[in-house]
């Protein structure tokens, strides 16, 4: 009766405050996704917000399938530069591939406003990609790109086009099936690749890099126990895990250092990590394009609270009240009493009901083989009793299972 009235005279004060906070807007709550209950109630009683003002969540449902995002620095200062995502539905290898082929068919024929409008939709559908890219495909949209502009007169962006070509296949050849006229700006390409400035990539989190490729190679594979680099210029970064995802992005000239955010690569086990504060400023990093900056974030791990501020890069560890825990106890212990008494009442009612069917089977055989109406009366009145305990009992069994059943979330 005690641990009954500790473990639920809680439930008043605390529905009042979640009352008068309806207005306020909710503060989120990183946690492993079991015991959401009494991740709300430390957190609550740590940081005095009331239970209503937080709001219990996964870092896989925070990050879902957020963007990349890609800082550089250019001499001292941090920057972010566009990312480029998909805003259609998604596409396939074979959608650029036919586009592209229809792209070249028109280019033969020197329709160049088609052949440029076609390119066009596959260039755009390029980030539209769930699977990992075709590297010939890709390969031959930028080349022909390459040639179209060169045939236009745009000298510059047909270098461009026949950069990204190149960078896909470092040892690309010209493809003498094509124009003459493009291949001094293929050889211009070619030459400035070899030039291209390779810039320091830092990967938050850091276990994102068993899942990046890069310009369709595996950045695993570009390590060899270095720091990994990126290109100036373009680059098409593809996330490779259920879904694929795909991006493309600039790196600016002159840049010094890049810093790859993938948000989308964090797990559920990424709060496990709060003891250490390189873990920590990485878990700040990851999380920062996607909250409000200077809003409130909480995360609570194995009974312990962390507070952080969005764009501070630290955590403070809060205390949680020991009334706290004597609530969560008193809650469990009442809650394992009521399944466990559950139980005994199920036990106990099936045994009673298997009983009860035994004596009424019985009845029942008797009734049958009866010599006299007397036998008969006395062994059909036993078998109605029998029937009436039987459905008690099964009642019984109900009870229990349901019983049981309520309090299991409370007590385990």
Not at 8 to 31: C, D
Not at 198 to 214: G, H
Not at 283 to 295: R, T, Y
Not at 349 to 355: C, Q, V
Request: charged share 20%.
């Amino acid at each position: 009766m005690w641990l009954s009235i500790m473990a639920f005279g809680y439930a008043e004060p605390i529905e009042i405050e979640e009352t008068n906070s309806k207005e306020q807007s909710t503060v989120p709550v990183l946690y492993s996704g079991k015991d959401e209950q009494a991740t709300l109630l430390r957190t609550s009683k740590a940081s005095g917000q009331s239970v209503d003002q937080l709001q219990a969540i996964t870092t896989i449902d925070l990050v879902g399938q957020s963007p990349i995002q890609l800082r550089y620095k250019e001499t001292e200062q941090w920057n972010l530069t566009p990312v480029e995502t998909c805003t259609r539905a998604a596409v396939s290898n074979a959608h650029i591939r036919n586009l592209t082929q229809k792209a070249d068919n028109y280019l033969n024929y020197y329709d160049l406003s088609k052949a440029s409008s076609t390119l066009k939709k596959a260039e755009d559908i390029v980030v539209c990609l769930q699977e990992l890219f075709n590297a010939d495909d890709i390969r031959q949209l930028y080349f022909l790109r390459g040639v179209l502009e060169q045939s236009k007169g745009n000298d510059i962006a047909s270098i461009q086009a026949f950069s990204s070509a190149i960078r896909i296949k470092p040892d690309m050849q010209w493809n003498k099936l094509y124009s003459p006229d493009a291949r001094p700006n293929f050889d211009i390409a070619k030459k400035s690749f070899v030039q291209l400035t390779a810039v320091p990539l830092d990967i938050y989190p850091k276990s994102a890099a068993s899942s990046l490729w890069i310009n369709g190679a595996p950045l695993l594979d570009m390590l060899d126990n270095e720091m990994p680099t990126i290109n100036e210029g373009r680059n098409i970064i593809q996330i490779v895990g259920l879904e694929t995802l795909t991006y493309e992005i600039e790196v600016p000239a002159n840049t010094n250092q890049i810093e790859l955010i993938v948000p989308s690569t964090v797990s559920v086990n990424a709060i496990d990590g709060m003891d250490n504060p390189t873990e920590q400023m990485e878990l700040s990093l990851v999380l920062e394009p996607l909250l409000p900056m200077n809003s409130t974030l909480y995360i609570h791990n194995q009974g312990r609270v962390w507070e952080s501020t969005i764009g501070t890069k630290q955590w403070n560890e809060l205390d949680v009240p020991r009334t706290a825990e004597l609530r969560l106890n008193a809650k469990q212990i009442t809650a394992q009493s009521f399944f466990w008494t559950g139980t005994v009442i199920t036990g106990a009612s099936l045994g009673m009901g298997i009983r009860n069917y035994s004596k009424g089977y019985s009845a029942y055989g008797q009734a049958q083989e009866s010599n006299s109406w007397e036998d008969y009366e006395t062994h059909a009145q036993s078998l109605e009793e029998q029937r009436g305990q039987y459905r008690a009992s099964l009642m019984g069994v109900g009870i229990g299972l349901g019983i049981s059943a309520l309090s299991y979330q409370w007590a385990f």
